[in-house]
T-cell receptor, first 112, second 113 residues
């Protein structure tokens, strides 16, 4: 148990669908992150929230839309995705920017 | 430019033998260095970090890493490997000038009985 819970674990969606990924942490952390993990590539940081404010957006396409309603919850809204968006999407949290990250087990996304 | 390199895609070692997983980095400021492990179908788990102080850092599950400033390296080591250590290992570095955390591509460790 990592303290960071991601749902769903697996998601298959068509290119015209709209879906959302959910992340929840009960560690009292102030920073939350979305990462994309593709085979044979470095982990790609997508978004960072610090105290519910988005502090980083690494040139992510607008078909990915994050939402952080409070410091315990983070969403990633998906719409009109492409097959190359298929990957493992990892949520993480940390006490602050210099503390170790605590990761969830990820959502395996397949876009058909 | 800030970067981190893990030169080996895979490391194979026999159980009971020492293991080393290599990591080198490049930063403009002082480095904050981390090692994470990922087991199948799981997220990454923190193993150890170097911020300042002793160059030899001890972490979870008997792992340690040595910070070498002159060689800009932070290799992960364990004196005696276990089959259960088989996993994907990621090195990461944060540059205190840019405040960005960057991960390497990962090294798959395979420990054979």
């Amino acid at each position: 148990e990592t303290g960071v819970t991601q749902t769903p674990r697996h998601l298959v969606m068509g290119m015209t669908n709209k879906k959302s990924l959910k992340c929840e942490q009960h560690l009292g952390h102030n920073a939350m992150y979305w990462y994309k993990q593709s085979a044979k590539k470095p982990l790609e940081l997508m978004f960072v929230y610090n105290f519910k404010e988005q502090t980083e957006n690494n040139s992510v396409p607008s078909r990915f839309s994050p939402e952080c309603p409070n410091s315990s919850h983070l969403f990633l809204h998906l719409h009109t995705l492409q097959p190359e968006d298929s990957a493992l999407y990892l949520c993480a949290s940390s006490r602050d920017r210099n503390s170790p990250l605590h990761f969830g087990n990820g959502t395996r996304l397949t876009v058909t | 430019a800030q970067s981190v390199a893990q030169p080996e895609d895979q490391v194979n070692v026999a159980e009971g033998n020492p293991l080393t997983v290599k990591c080198t980095y490049s930063v403009s400021g002082n480095p904050y260095l981390f090692w994470y492990v990922q087991y199948p179908n799981r997220g990454l788990q923190f193993l150890l970090k170097y911020i300042t102080g002793d160059n030899l850092v001890k972490g979870s599950y008997g792992f340690e890493a040595e910070f070498n400033k002159s060689q800009t390296s932070f290799h992960l080591k364990k004196p005696s490997a276990l089959v259960s250590d088989s996993a994907l290992y990621f090195c990461a570095v944060r540059d205190d000038n840019t405040d960005k955390l960057i991960f390497g591509t990962g090294t798959r460790l395979q420990v054979f009985p």
